[in-house]
């Protein structure tokens, strides 16, 4: 009789143990940083007169589509972006061909945004990069792809001043 019980006590704790306890969560799973969406700040554009003037430079317009998708970005988005942008910015500074632009100042510019592009990458390989490192390089990048437009402003503006302002004309009357 004490077997029958010790079976039945054990079958009853078996059955009792197998059985599916279903656990409700009302909370909802909580989002790490590097899956916070972040909205990084606007960079300069091209002013629309001159905006012609460059138009045979396909890859600056890629580039330029290509940044405006990471204004809002998660970290983790911008990572998983940084090698096809590093291979864009590659593209931009081999395919420079408009002769106005190639001057020191802005092919320095243009290897400033290749190098924090590079640098973009690399953090891919970091496995214990913060949120916060990935944003701020992301926030370089836009000032300095502002800087890019801002040279191309100055560039174009300069020219279409000297072609307003004739100076040879004016030493020559005198």
Same mark, same amino acid.
């Given at each position: 009789?004490?077997?029958?019980?010790?079976?039945?006590?054990?079958?009853?704790?078996? /059955?009792?143990?197998?059985? &599916?306890?279903?656990?409700?969560?009302?909370?909802?799973?909580?989002?790490?940083?590097?899956?916070?969406?972040?909205?990084? +700040?606007?960079?300069?554009?091209?002013?629309?007169?001159?905006?012609?003037? $460059?138009?045979?430079?396909?890859?600056? *317009? $890629? /580039?330029?589509? *290509?940044?405006?998708?990471?204004?809002?970005?998660?970290?983790?988005?911008?990572?998983?972006?940084?090698?096809?942008?590093? @291979?864009? +910015?590659?593209? =931009?500074?081999?395919?420079?061909?408009?002769?106005?632009? &190639?001057?020191?100042?802005? !092919?320095?510019?243009?290897?400033?945004?290749? %190098?924090?592009?590079?640098?973009?990458?690399?953090?891919? =390989? $970091?496995? +214990?990069?913060?949120?916060?490192?990935?944003?701020?390089?992301?926030? !370089?990048?836009?000032?300095? *792809?502002?800087?890019?437009?801002? @040279?191309?402003?100055? /560039?174009?503006?300069?020219?279409?001043?000297?072609?307003?302002?004739?100076?040879? +004309?004016? *030493?020559? %009357?005198?």
């Amino acid at each position: 009789m004490s077997r029958f019980l010790y079976v039945t006590a054990s079958l009853i704790l078996l /059955v009792s143990s197998c059985q &599916k306890k279903e656990e409700q969560k009302t909370e909802l799973p909580t989002k790490t940083e590097m899956h916070v969406s972040v909205k990084h +700040s606007d960079y300069s554009k091209i002013n629309g007169d001159y905006l012609k003037e $460059i138009k045979p430079w396909k890859e600056y *317009f $890629i /580039v330029d589509d *290509f940044l405006n998708e990471l204004k809002n970005t998660t970290p983790t988005e911008a990572l998983n972006n940084a090698v096809e942008l590093k @291979k864009i +910015s590659k593209h =931009l500074k081999d395919s420079l061909n408009i002769e106005t632009l &190639k001057t020191p100042a802005f !092919k320095a510019r243009i290897n400033v945004f290749e %190098n924090e592009t590079l640098r973009l990458a690399d953090m891919t =390989l $970091i496995p +214990s990069i913060s949120a916060s490192e990935v944003n701020s390089q992301v926030e !370089k990048i836009m000032v300095i *792809f502002g800087s890019v437009n801002d @040279k191309i402003n100055t /560039v174009y503006a300069k020219k279409k001043f000297d072609k307003e302002i004739n100076l040879d +004309s004016l *030493f020559k %009357n005198q």
